[in-house]
């Protein structure tokens, strides 16, 4: 099946430090997205892509979709205590359905 | 709360007994997903609904799983003769499909099963 791989697996920075993240599939993928998840929690959507090569932001969170479809980035600036989670990238399919990577575990110094 | 709700939150059963799994979805969402996370993964897709309809099933449902919706509203899953390999947290999402390009997917907080 289809498979995502994203990196790094784990990050630990220095609070207000940038972290930046990345996604590579093997298939080509319409829509990426990105989602956080708090323990015990579900995942959380935090940027949405649509079309190649765009370029998102939500506040601090930047994300752009590659030009060929199958890679992502996502870039978190001035980072505080509370970015702190899992960071997944996830690409959709055919019926909206989500195919996650792994995830980038986010730990923050203050 | 008008968010996704599952119940229950944790169980703890052992191999060989059956599960009940329930998903509220946020209400007028005619959409429902299920997903699987297991430790150190992200989540994996099992089977998802348009209204009362099963549309899909991933070839991770074996035959011990089984999921309805019955009034296109709540859905249950169901997994018979849990194995230890059943252990995972079990995710369900609802959205409102329409004529956007992305109808987004609303998780609950999932239901963490432990089969000993």
């Known amino acids: 099946g289809q498979q995502l791989n994203q990196s790094p697996q784990s990050m630990f920075i220095q609070e207000g430090e940038d972290v930046s993240m990345n996604c590579t599939s093997s298939?080509?993928?319409?829509?990426w997205l990105w989602y956080k998840q708090d323990p015990g929690e579900g995942p959380v959507l935090l940027i949405a892509?649509?079309?190649?090569?765009e370029l998102t932001s939500n506040g601090r969170l930047t994300a752009q979709f590659g030009i060929t479809r199958k890679d992502s980035f996502l870039n978190i600036s001035a980072s505080i205590p509370s970015d702190v989670g899992i960071y997944f990238c996830?690409?959709?399919?055919?019926?909206?359905?989500?195919?996650f990577g792994a995830g980038t575990i986010l730990r923050v110094k203050s | 709360d008008t968010g996704v709700s599952q119940n229950p939150r944790h169980k703890i059963t052992k191999r060989g007994q059956n599960v009940t799994f329930r998903c509220d979805p946020i209400?007028?969402?005619?959409?429902l997903y299920w997903y699987r996370q297991t430790l150190g993964q992200g989540p994996e897709f099992l089977t998802y609904?348009?209204?009362?309809?099963?549309?899909?099933k991933s070839r991770l449902l074996s035959d011990r799983f089984s999921a309805e919706r019955p009034k296109g509203s709540f859905s249950t899953l169901e997994i018979q003769r849990t194995e230890q390999g059943d252990s995972a947290m079990y995710l369900c999402?609802?959205?409102?499909?329409?004529?956007?390009?992305?109808?987004?997917?609303?998780f609950g907080p999932g239901t963490r099963l432990t089969v000993l």
């Open positions: 999402a609802s959205s409102l499909v329409g004529l956007a390009d992305y109808n987004e997917q609303f």
């Open positions: 298939s080509i993928f319409n829509t």
């Open positions: 892509l649509y079309k190649a090569g």
């Open positions: 996830a690409g959709m399919e055919y019926g909206n359905k989500l195919v």
């Open positions: 209400s007028e969402h005619n959409r």
């Open positions: 609904f348009q209204n009362e309809a099963q549309l899909e």
